[in-house]
């Protein structure tokens, strides 16, 4: 039996940051248990951020959608983004060179229904950030129903799918009195929640249908401003009553909201959509004991490793904790740490895993049959020397002296480091990360070994932060891309 998913080929950067991000990733933690912040939650925030950039699309051209223009809108009077600015900035934590604010703001979808109990919305990731303002397309709560349904058609809903976007995205939250004091006419509320409950259910629709609503979008004492009756009956309740079977109102959401948060411009293509976590095999509570092996082959030379590969078994294993997206899966799994040591001279070619049951045939993760593949130039022109690299100065930015390992002469040599510092230190949005330029210099204390001249670099440490290395070799360049130095500082020692 081989084990694989039919959506992840490793090595696949994106796919992997996207599945860690969420099974194990911390944004669930800041929607967990439908955290309440300022009378509404933060799932709900979340949740009309994310409606708000993705309005900016146009069907007709193409433009627009979830890109994180919203970035750029914050000043518009439909706004009133209540703590977005430290949204974006907990988002920004979580950005790397090939998934940015965008995928994070669509991410945030995804926990925030899970946080307050709602299904959960497959998510694809491959969002492109946009780097200005998009049109000023949110519909407004005293605009006329034909004037939604063509706001709506342009973001590609049709008048069914705009009742039940909006009846699912008005399962939670409510209207903010300071932000729209001719609708929530009485000072004294902070927030009209538009259902009596804060979970993401169908109480929206039951409420509406029974006339118990307190909706003040459908009900409220400003006729102008009812957008959620206008929208709700403009099909004669169908929709709603269709809506008010718990399955339907749950499966029907999920389907719109994956659409909303996948609704980018024409020129982005995202990944399949992520349904089950292939970081790692699922324990199958069948088997009550799983021995788990690591195997690889030789990449050249003399063979060193047996036909069947060589094999190590793991050092260390350790339960995985899952994000509330995992917990809400119910996913129990564990992780193995192996310590392979490889032959340099008969290198790697690929790794796979076997894992031994006592009653059945072992089960093969070997990449759907390919193995694990380690592409290398037979002579390794470049590399990151973790063992050579140290960690110099604690503190809340450690700082690492990188060793950089080039083949050829110092003469013929120049490089530099390229880093991705997600965290932006900007006092409002844009949040754009910082990316810098560091030349290598010539490690006067590692002399030349085995053909390699070595170099280094001081690079601070903020939480994934990512390098590009770059070396000139007599004319010929090389480039180390995306090195996760989060990953890699776990093998760099203190000085
Ligand atoms: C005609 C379409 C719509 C209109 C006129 C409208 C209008 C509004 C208004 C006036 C508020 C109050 C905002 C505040 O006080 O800060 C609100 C809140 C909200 N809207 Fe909409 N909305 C529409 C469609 C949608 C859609 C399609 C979604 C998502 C699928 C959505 C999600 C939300 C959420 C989650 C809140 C609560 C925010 C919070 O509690 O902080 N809305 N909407």
Redesign the pocket.
């Known amino acids: 039996q081989s084990l694989s998913s039919p959506t992840f080929h490793w090595p696949n950067p994106l796919l992997s940051y996207a599945d860690q991000q969420l099974y194990e990733g911390p944004v669930g933690i800041v929607v967990a248990n439908c955290n309440p912040r ?1 009378d ?2 933060v ?3 979340w ?2 951020l ?2 708000h950039d993705m ?1 900016t699309h146009n069907v007709d051209d193409g433009t627009g959608g979830l890109d994180a223009s919203i970035m750029y809108e914050l000043d518009r009077a ?1 706004a ?3 703590d977005a600015l430290e949204d974006f900035n907990g988002f920004a934590m979580g950005i790397t060179p090939f998934f940015g604010m965008a995928d994070m703001i669509a991410l945030g979808v995804v926990f925030a229904v899970v946080g307050c109990g709602g299904p959960i919305i497959p998510f694809s990731a491959g969002r492109v950030d946009a780097t200005v303002a998009g049109p000023a397309t ?4 005293q ?1 006329d129903l034909a004037t ?1 349904i063509e ?2 058609r342009q973001q590609g809903f049709n008048e069914t799918e ?1 009742i039940a ?2 009846a ?9 009195q300071v ?2 004091p001719t ?2 006419t009485d000072p004294s509320v902070v ?1 009209d ?2 259902d009596t409950t804060p979970a993401f259910d169908n109480a929206i629709i039951s409420e509406y249908l029974q006339n118990t609503t307190q909706d003040v ?1 459908v009900v409220g004492p400003n006729i102008t ?1 009812r ?2 009756f206008r ?1 709700f009956s403009s099909d004669g309740n169908v929709t709603m009553q269709n809506l008010l079977s718990p399955d339907t109102f749950s499966e029907t959401c999920t389907a ?2 994956q659409r ?1 948060i996948n609704t980018v411009p024409s020129t982005v293509n995202l990944t399949d959509p992520i349904t089950e976590p292939f970081g790692y095999i699922i324990n199958d509570p069948l088997f009550s004991y799983q021995d788990v092996t690591m195997l690889w082959a030789d990449q050249q030379g003399d063979s060193v490793c047996p036909s069947a590969g060589c094999s190590v078994q793991p050092y260390n294993t350790q339960p995985v904790s899952f994000s509330i997206i995992g917990q809400a899966m119910g996913l129990a799994a564990t992780r193995d740490f192996f310590n392979a040591t490889i032959n340099a001279t008969s290198s790697i070619s690929k790794f796979w895993f076997e894992i031994n049951n006592d009653d059945s045939d072992p089960v093969v993760v070997d990449n759907g049959g390919s193995g694990f593949v380690i592409e290398q130039d037979p002579t390794l022109s470049l590399f990151l020397d973790v063992l050579r690299s140290v960690g110099v100065g604690g503190g809340p930015t450690v700082v690492f002296r990188l060793v950089v390992a080039i083949l050829g002469d110092a003469a013929s040599i120049t490089g530099s480091i390229t880093t991705f510092e997600p965290f932006s230190f900007a006092a409002a949005p844009p949040f754009l990360p910082e990316i810098n330029v560091i030349s290598l210099e010539l490690d006067e204390s590692n002399p030349p070994e085995g053909g390699y001249t070595f170099f280094t670099a001081n690079v601070s440490l903020v939480p994934s932060i990512f390098l590009d290395i770059t070396a000139n070799v007599g004319g010929v360049t090389y480039t180390l891309e995306n090195v996760d130095l989060n990953t890699a500082s776990n093998f760099i020692r203190p000085v």
Not at 168 to 176: A, E, F, K, L, R
């Open positions: 300022d509404t939650t799932s709900a925030q949740l009309r994310a409606y309005a439909q009133n983004l209540v949110v519909p407004e709560p605009q939604h706001l709506f705009m976007l909006v699912c995205g008005h399962t939670i939250g409510g209207v903010t932000d729209f609708i929530v927030v929640t538009f979008l401003t957008s959620d929208i719109l909201l909303m």
